[in-house]
């Protein structure tokens, strides 16, 4: 299998431009997914395949993949994106799924 | 609406078995992978099962690899996680979620609320 790194924490001021990085070796023949987490909350997809967002999802959120790193880009964040963010990819075999350890976003 | 309604979580000792339900509605149950992802109390997600449509393809992470055992009833609209020889790292809210598998990706576009799964003496 293959590991997923996320940096542990990020921060962003109000109305600015954040992003969030996911590194992994798959990530160089596999798409990431990302998941938004609130607290006492089931996750939720924001962004899946090459850029794409779920119905619902506002357009602030978008996708980028370069090499071996996945991104999470929110324009403009608001308060209530403050959240844990987790990618996940397939493994390097392409069997197996595995998550990034999760980035806590804090919108200040 | 796509809904996913886990069930069967609770206390259990080490060594103990468990087993899991998901009640699927509002989609195509038989039409779709599903997976179980956990989360144990503070910590990230991780990724612990998945089933193909049919139930011809499973897969597990390796940390619950021969003593779990993933299955569906695609007649009931149900996917279930049995889980034996249960250790305190198994401690973990479990997911169940729908996947949406192609050649470059596997992502989870619907999850459960989850069901508290506890291994304590």
């Known amino acids: 299998s293959s590991e997923l790194t996320q940096d542990p924490a990020v921060s962003v001021a109000l109305g600015q431009t954040v992003r969030i990085t996911c590194q992994g070796d798959?990530?160089?023949?596999?798409?990431a997914s990302w998941y938004q987490q609130k607290p006492g909350q089931a996750p939720v997809l924001v962004i899946y395949g090459k850029n794409n967002r779920p119905s619902g999802i506002p357009d602030r959120f978008s996708g980028s993949s370069s090499g071996n790193t996945a991104s999470l880009t929110i324009t403009g964040a608001q308060a209530e994106d403050e959240a844990d963010y987790y990618c996940n990819s397939r493994d390097s075999s392409g069997n197996l799924v595995v998550f990034g350890g999760g980035t806590k976003l804090t919108v200040l | 609406q796509v809904q996913l309604v886990e069930s069967g979580g609770g206390l259990v000792k080490p060594g103990g078995s468990l087993r899991l339900s998901c009640a699927a509605s509002g989609f195509t149950f038989s039409d779709y992978y599903m997976s179980w992802i956990r989360q144990a109390p503070g910590k990230g997600l991780e990724w612990v099962s998945y089933?193909?449509?049919?139930?011809?393809?499973?897969y597990y992470a390796d940390s619950v690899k021969g003593r779990f055992t993933i299955s569906r009833d695609n007649a009931k609209n149900s996917l279930y996680l049995q889980m034996n020889s249960l250790r305190a790292e198994d401690t973990a809210v479990y997911y169940c979620?729908?996947?949406?598998?192609?050649?470059?990706?596997?992502?989870?576009?619907?999850w459960g609320q989850g069901t508290l799964v506890t291994v304590s003496s």
């Open positions: 798959s990530l160089r023949s596999y798409y």
């Open positions: 089933i193909s449509s049919s139930g011809s393809t499973i």
């Open positions: 979620a729908r996947a949406a598998v192609d050649i470059v990706a596997t992502s989870f576009d619907y």
